[in-house]
């Protein structure tokens, strides 16, 4: 009976990610869900009491912990910047990339949501390692606003990576010519 318990539950969540995926949070609406399940309302209702435990039950396994990663990149003292990407940022954010229609989901649909401002959450955790790692590093001082506006096209790039998501493969490979032209320029293509 568990497993079937379990089963159905599962079958709810994938129906929820592919509703809130084409819709969003305030236009996806629980019968599209409970009729993509295969369920009945009510017996939606009884696995998830409203819209909002269901979407919180679908984005909470989103591996998002950006300050984390910020952190662990923080404290690699040697190499260079793209080194301590690769050791620190990458299996992360490509692990964030297979899950691109949550990530998607949790960035772009979830507006009425407790989950509402995880894009600028997100921003913010950048902009903040962004000028830690140039206060530690830089002779010069730079500008607040030019952290800001390197961590918001850091997070769109990796957000258009997640809309236009085809393969892990290739998120990969468009991780890696993101972080080049992020670390070496442009010009190093």
Avoid: W
């Avoid at 692990?95 to 997100?122: N, P, R, W």
């Avoid at 972080?179 to 190093?188: D, P, W």
């Amino acid at each position: 009976m568990q497993v079937l318990k379990e089963e159905v539950r599962e079958r709810i969540l994938a129906a929820a990610i592919q509703v809130f995926y084409e819709k969003d949070f305030r236009s996806a609406k629980m019968q599209d869900i409970a009729k993509l399940a295969d369920v009945s309302a009510s017996l939606l209702y009884s696995y998830f009491k409203n819209k909002e435990k269901l979407f919180e039950a679908v984005v909470s396994s989103v591996p998002l912990d950006f300050d984390r990663i910020a952190h662990e990149e923080e404290s690699i003292l040697a190499d260079t910047p793209s080194e301590r990407f690769q050791i620190a940022a990458k299996g992360p954010l490509l692990d964030m990339l297979v899950h691109h229609k949550l990530l998607v989901i949790l960035v772009d649909k979830s507006q009425g949501t407790a989950y509402e401002h995880t894009k600028d959450d997100f921003v913010k955790s950048i902009e903040r390692h962004i000028r830690f790692m140039v206060n530690r590093h830089a002779s010069l001082h730079y500008p607040d606003l030019l952290a800001h506006v390197l961590a918001n096209n850091f997070v769109e790039s990796l957000m258009e990576v997640a809309r236009h998501y085809r393969s892990k493969n290739e998120a990969r490979d468009m991780l890696a010519l993101i972080a080049q032209c992020y670390y070496e320029g442009v010009n190093s293509l």
